[in-house]
C-alpha cells in the first residue's frame, strides 16, 4: 500500500477509535516520533512497528493489486447513480459494495470507500446522526485526498451543511468551494445547494436564483432530469418568495410537464410542498391544508405546516394528534426557528404556556433579523391573531406594518438592479 493510503488509514483508524497519538505510542509501544512522522506522511516505519500500529488497532490491510480496477469501477459506478440521482439503482450498488466490505474497508481503495459513503449519506439516509458520523470519519481523511477526491468530500460537505440548516457556514464554505472544486459535476451541485442556502435569505433570493440556473444548464445539458428536477423547484420558490405568481404556476406545470416526459413523476411532492407555501401567502389555507395532506411524506417541515393550518382553521384535535407525531421523532430536523415555532404552537394547542404572545412576539422580530420570510408570514398570522384576543391592536398593526414593509423589500427583489448579480467565471455548460 502507498504511503499516503497507509498514512491515511492509520490516522483514521487512531481518531475512529478516539486515541491521541500519545495513547496509541504507549498501546502499541511504537516511539511516538514514529507515527508522527507516519500520519504526516513523511517516511514508512519499520515492519515490526507497522506490525504493532496495526494489532493495537485492531485493523486489517489486505493487497488489493489483482481487484482494485473492479472495486474502483463499482465504486464510480455507484457514485453516478447517486450524482443521477438513480438511487434505486444506488442502492444496489451500496448492497453490493457491503457484501464486499473487507475488501473496501481494507485494501487501497478505502479511501474512495468512505467518502462515497458519505456523499450517497446526505443523498440517501434519513435522520441526522448516521450522516454525523460519515462526517466526523472523513473529516480525518482530509489532509491525504487527491483533487477527485477533495471534489467528493467539499460536495458531501456542503450537502451536509445544508442538512443541518446551517445557512451560514454552507454559504461561506461553499463560495469558497466553487474556487477549489475542479469536476464540473460537483461544481454543479455545490452551485445547487448554494441556491439552497442563498434562498433561506430574502435579501439573497436572486443571487440564489443564479446559482439554480447555472446548476440547471449543466444538469440538462448532460440529461440529468432527476437534478434537473430539483433544481427547478428551486427556481420556482424563487418566483414563489418574490410574488411572481404567474410564472411560479407556469414554470410548476412546465416542471410537471417535464418530470411526465422523463418518468420522474414520482417526485412531484417536492412540486407539491411550494403548492402549499402558494396557498398559504395568497390566504388559501383549506387548499394548502388538502394538497399537504396528499403528499406521502411525515417530515417535520411537513408536519409543522400541518400543525400550523389545522391551528388555523380551528381542527385543534387534528392539530394536536399531529404535533404528538412530531414530538416522538429523533430528530426534529429542520430549522432552530421553526422549531422553536412548533414549540410555542404546541404550547397553544396544550395551553400550557401563558407567555406565548411574548414567544411569538420575538419569533417574529428573530425571524425578521435572519431573513426568514415564509416564517415571518406564518407567525406574523398566529401572532396577531393573539394579539387582538388580547386587544392589543396598536401592535397588532406594528406587526402587519414591519410585514408589509419587508414584502415591498422583497417585491423589489425581483428585479435584477436591486441585487449584486454574481459573474460566474467557471464554464459547466
Known amino acids: 500500500m502507498e504511503l499516503r493510503l497507509l ?15 500519545e495513547q496509541l505510542s504507549k498501546a502499541s509501544r511504537v516511539p511516538l516520533e514514529v507515527i508522527t512522522d507516519l500520519e504526516q506522511m513523511s517516511r514508512v516505519p519499520v515492519e515490526s512497528d507497522l506490525n504493532k500500529l496495526i494489532n493495537t488497532l485492531n485493523i486489517e490491510i489486505i493487497s488489493d493489486r489483482e481487484i482494485r480496477g473492479h472495486l474502483m469501477e463499482m465504486l464510480r459506478e455507484f457514485r453516478k447513480h447517486i450524482f443521477y440521482l438513480d438511487m434505486a439503482q444506488a442502492e444496489v450498488y451500496y448492497n453490493t459494495i457491503n457484501d464486499s466490505l473487507s475488501d473496501y474497508q481494507n485494501g487501497s481503495c478505502f479511501i474512495d470507500y468512505y467518502l462515497t459513503m458519505y456523499f450517497y449519506a446526505t443523498q ?4 441526522f446522526v448516521p450522516i454525523q458520523h460519515h462526517y466526523q470519519w472523513c473529516q480525518c481523511l482530509k489532509p491525504y485526498l487527491n483533487d477527485y477526491e477533495e471534489d467528493v468530500f467539499i460536495t458531501a460537505n456542503g450537502f451536509y451543511y445544508m442538512l443541518n440548516f446551517d445557512v451560514h457556514v454552507t454559504h461561506e464554505y461553499l463560495l469558497q468551494a466553487l474556487k477549489d472544486v475542479i469536476d464540473k459535476q460537483y461544481k454543479a451541485l455545490i452551485h445547487y445547494v448554494l441556491g439552497q442556502a442563498l434562498m433561506h435569505k430574502y435579501t439573497s433570493y436572486y443571487l440564489g436564483f443564479q446559482h439554480a440556473e447555472k446548476a440547471k444548464t449543466y444538469f440538462d445539458k448532460v440529461n440529468n432530469y432527476h437534478r434537473g428536477y430539483y433544481v427547478r423547484i428551486l427556481i420556482q420558490t424563487y418566483y414563489l418568495r418574490t410574488h411572481q405568481y404567474d410564472t411560479f ?5 412546465n416542471t410537471y410537464n417535464l418530470a411526465t416526459k422523463y418518468d420522474v413523476i414520482a417526485l412531484n411532492y417536492a412540486t407539491s410542498i411550494n403548492y402549499v407555501h402558494y396557498y398559504i401567502l395568497v390566504n388559501q389555507e383549506k387548499k394548502a391544508l388538502e394538497t399537504l395532506n396528499v403528499i406521502p411524506r411525515d417530515s417535520s417541515e411537513f408536519l409543522t405546516l400541518k400543525v400550523y393550518l389545522c391551528y388555523r382553521l380551528k381542527r385543534f384535535d387534528e392539530a394536536l394528534e399531529t404535533a404528538n407525531k412530531i414530538n416522538q421523532l429523533t430528530h426534529y430536523g429542520y430549522s432552530k426557528l421553526y422549531k422553536e415555532f412548533f414549540d410555542c404552537l ?10 406565548c404572545l ?25 401572532l396577531n391573531d393573539l394579539l387582538v384576543k388580547h386587544r392589543k391592536y ?29 459573474d460566474f467565471d467557471e464554464n459547466l455548460s
Open 394 to 422: 396598536q401592535k397588532a398593526n406594528e406587526i402587519s406594518e414591519t410585514l408589509f414593509e419587508v414584502i415591498q423589500v422583497v417585491m423589489q427583489l425581483k428585479n435584477p438592479k436591486y441585487q449584486e448579480v454574481v
Open 7 to 21: 498514512s491515511a488509514r492509520i490516522h483514521f483508524e487512531r481518531n475512529r477509535q478516539a486515541l491521541s497519538l
Open 124 to 127: 440517501a439516509l434519513d435522520g
Open 358 to 382: 411574548e414567544v411569538m412576539t420575538s419569533l417574529f422580530y428573530q425571524a425578521k433579523v435572519s431573513e426568514a420570510y415564509f416564517l415571518m408570514h406564518l407567525s406574523s398570522r398566529i
Open 249 to 253: 404556476l407556469d414554470a410548476t406545470q
Open 346 to 355: 404546541y404550547a397553544l394547542l396544550t395551553k400550557s404556556d401563558r407567555n
